[in-house]
């Protein structure tokens, strides 16, 4: 009986419920299975994003603050709905339906927005340079059907993105010593797939858009796809299953509930008064931060259920570990707060800085870039920064400081100046670019200036990208309850999102205000008739002023260190560069 429970993973069924046995699921091909799904997620998204700009401005002749606006919407969008996928999969679906189900949405997003970009009908009819005043923008139908492409790939992205990595991490047994190795080397192929599919989606998939057509390149990432799900379902029998525990959210609500609930009562003079139900060893100790959610422990006539032993309702009465859960969560919301504006800053990567591209010399010999590939530096970049800080940085502060490496907290930090910078970079190129337009006259195509001007602000960016989004990761992973790791990882998902958010409300405010009935302003319709230095130069400045306040919220933080064995935990499971997303 011994011998037969050692072939079985305690908390994994099989597909068809019974416990998992190890020598017949899991392990590392159910997890390449896996992995195929993540590389063209990543081709489909990025694909899409980094060049789609210049499809709206140039053939649905929308303006170019607009045509960001969409962008940047699309992005946050998908990321938002990561929250949505991780509480359905933690709560009603699993991550195996959830990926299942998601995938086959891009795939139908997708599929629409190759038929959109082939159709004629869907789009309005060209315009000529001399004339482009006189451009027909896309109307209502067109903008709809655009639209409902677009957002069916970021629901589907933000499902299937949600479970992906947690889905393959579930394929690995903790407590096995060869498993848990395994379990590592999985994320190192989770980032390196992730990174493989931006590669691709920079390069050849923006290159397929530009020179073969769009449909083409679409209708490559809807049958990329089709044939993702179908090798993932095909390991259906491989892989092992864990069941939902609940969804954090729930948890977090009721705290709340039960604290608004009490809000008149009187906290006890004494914490040992409060409810407490969570055994010893898993225990968090109390602390006197918000103490107004303390109340939701006060023990209460009617909190407990009717004809139950012992069992509270958790709508009105929650243990005081579950409170400190909550408590911790919301300590994390100031640095979270200070974090948004570096995605702001990111979101123009892949707006203004590409139409930037699209009016400046391209061509290298006889072959011309596509300015949507000018993101492989900003990709570039990123891994650079992570070779150097890899190899370089942390044995050498390991040495000097005795530490291996940079906190989470100063890592964030680095990025947040090394985007402020990348701003006031790109706001000098733009007027060198922008008089260069000047000079040029308003019917030139191709300015007469290099598109290589453009790396420093990809490359600063993109090393910042590379510091924060670790320090980002570890930071609210190491920082947060170990019951509430998806959360937090989910919370740290909202910064990316709520960074593309603002970055439309900015281009809509600085549009409004400075803009003018024939289209001028700062954001002007042409670029080149805009001061779009400017609108970089605002972006340096509010950098500056959200690093000040990081600092204080930085300073200020007072981190909670995990129990040896959590840490340990957090270094096998932490270690992916997208956990959730």
Known sequence: ????????????????????????????????????????????????????????????????????????????????????????????????????????IQILGTGTLAIFTKLPQLRPPPCHAAASHTCKPANGFQMGILYMALYLIALGTGGLKSSVSGFGTDQFDEKDEKEKAQMAYFFNRFVLF???????AVTVLVYLQDEVGRSWAYGICSASM??????????????????????PIVQIFQVIVAAINKRKMELPFTVELLYEDTPEDKRIHHTDQFLFLDK??????????????SAPNRW????????????????????WATTIIFWT??????????????????????????????????????????????RLIM????????????TNLQRIAIGLVLSTFGMA????????????????????????????????????????????????????????????????????LTTLSLGFFVSSFLVSVVKRVTGSNDGQGWLADNINHGRLDCFYGLLAVLGIINFVLYLVCAIRYKPRKPKPALQMEIIVNGSSAEDKC
């Open 345 to 390: 800053t990111y979101a123009q990567m892949i707006t203004f800085s590409v139409e930037q591209a699209s009016t400046m010399e391209r061509s290298i010999g006889g072959f011309q870039i596509p300015a949507g590939s000018l993101t492989v530096f900003f990709v570039a970049a990123i891994l650079i920064t992570l070779a150097v800080y890899d």
């Open 296 to 309: 939701a422990a006060i023990v209460a006539e009617g909190d407990f259920e009717i004809n139950v032993v």
């Open 425 to 492: 970079a790109a706001a000098v190129v733009e007027r060198k670019r922008l008089a260069v337009a000047r000079a040029a006259g308003a019917t030139t195509a191709t300015l007469p200036v290099s598109v290589f001007l453009l790396i420093p602000q990809f490359f600063l960016v993109g090393a910042g990208e590379a510091f924060i989004y670790t320090g980002q990761l570890d930071f609210f992973i190491t920082q947060s309850p170990k019951g509430m790791k998806t959360m937090s990882t989910g919370l740290f």
């Open 395 to 406: 044995p050498f502060w390991k040495r000097w400081k005795g530490k291996p490496g940079f």
């Open 194 to 200: 992730i990174s493989t599919g931006t590669l691709m």
């Open 1 to 104: 009986m011994e011998e037969k429970m050692s072939w079985t993973v305690a908390d994994a069924v099989d597909y068809k419920g019974f416990p998992a046995d190890r020598s017949k699921t899991g392990g590392w091909i159910p997890a390449a299975l896996i992995l195929g799904i993540e590389i063209c997620e990543r081709l489909s998204t990025m694909g899409i994003a980094v060049n789609l700009v210049t499809y709206l401005v140039g053939t649905t002749h929308l303006p170019s603050s607009t045509s960001a606006n969409v962008v940047t919407d699309f992005m946050g969008t998908s990321f938002l709905l990561c929250l949505l996928g991780g509480f359905l999969a933690d709560s009603f679906l699993g991550r195996y339906k959830t990926i299942a189900i998601f995938t086959l």
């Open 316 to 335: 009105k009465l929650c243990s005081v570990t579950r409170v400190e859960e909550v408590k911790m969560m919301v300590g994390l919301l100031p640095i």
């Open 226 to 247: 089709f044939v993702a799900v179908l090798i993932f379902l095909s390991g259906t029998k491989r892989y092992r299953y864990k069941k939902s525990l609940g969804s």
